[in-house]
């Protein structure tokens, strides 16, 4: 091990699977709503609106999509909600899934990811094959911390605390992947070394560099 580095925590959608913001945008356009109009939505509000209760268990699926279009509604726009909580597993990166193959052979590893209930398993997916593909992934992990289940979501530090103290180690001996920068500002700020993950191969680097090992 290099720096110290004893543990390598990672989000799921957005660095093991694609963003789901990509499908966000397809939905926009088709539904003629502004440009990272959903985007913009999760961020009003960002630790009460529909979203985050949902992430957090505190409201149903359908109670979500009720509020969450209520919430659209509000700024004059109208979407489907349940389509929207369709669209929140992606495909797995297999890049991604080798990385996370290789880096446990060395560290402790453990996921944290904000989800909800819907679909199969921490994963979110639908289609049983994926689902099935995804519950395989799940197993890399030590430990897979689930905001709907915890009843905490990210960038909430106790979250990041909480899946430190199930590896036993200490925040500045971890390394944390994500792909937005909100999540990732309190896990810098508790010592973690940060990647924002932006496409594969730029995180799959990073990551390289900073754990000394050829993940590719």
């Not at 694609?18 to 088709?30: C, G, K, L, T």
């Not at 094959?129 to 890399?140: K, S």
């Not at 905001?147 to 979250?159: C, E, Q």
Request: proline fraction near 5%; charged fraction near 25%.
């Amino acid at each position: 091990m290099i720096n110290d580095v004893r543990a390598v925590l990672w989000d799921f959608g957005g660095v093991i699977l694609s963003s789901p913001f990509d499908a966000f945008a397809a939905y926009e356009r088709a539904a003629g709503l502004p440009e990272n109009f959903i985007r913009q939505l999760n961020s009003r509000n960002p630790d009460t609106n529909a979203w985050a209760r949902m992430e957090r268990s505190e409201i149903s699926t359908d109670e979500f999509a009720t509020l969450f279009e209520a919430e659209a509604d509000a700024l004059g726009h109208r979407l489907d909600g349940q389509r929207v909580l369709a669209m929140l597993s992606g495909a797995l990166r297999p890049e991604m899934v080798e990385a996370l193959r290789r880096v446990r052979t060395r560290y402790r590893v453990a996921c944290i990811t904000n989800n909800v209930k819907t679909g199969n398993g921490p994963g979110m997916a639908r289609d049983p094959d994926r689902a099935r593909q995804i519950a395989d992934v799940m197993t890399l992990f030590e430990h897979v911390v689930e905001s709907s289940v915890m009843g905490l979501r990210k960038p909430d530090p106790r979250i990041y605390h909480h899946t430190c103290d199930l590896l036993g180690v200490t925040p500045d001996s971890c390394i944390y992947l994500d792909d937005l920068g909100i999540n990732l500002k309190p896990a810098r700020a508790m010592g973690m070394r940060t990647i924002k993950v932006v496409d594969p191969a730029q995180a799959i680097a990073e990551l390289e560099a900073m754990t000394g090992m050829a993940l590719r």
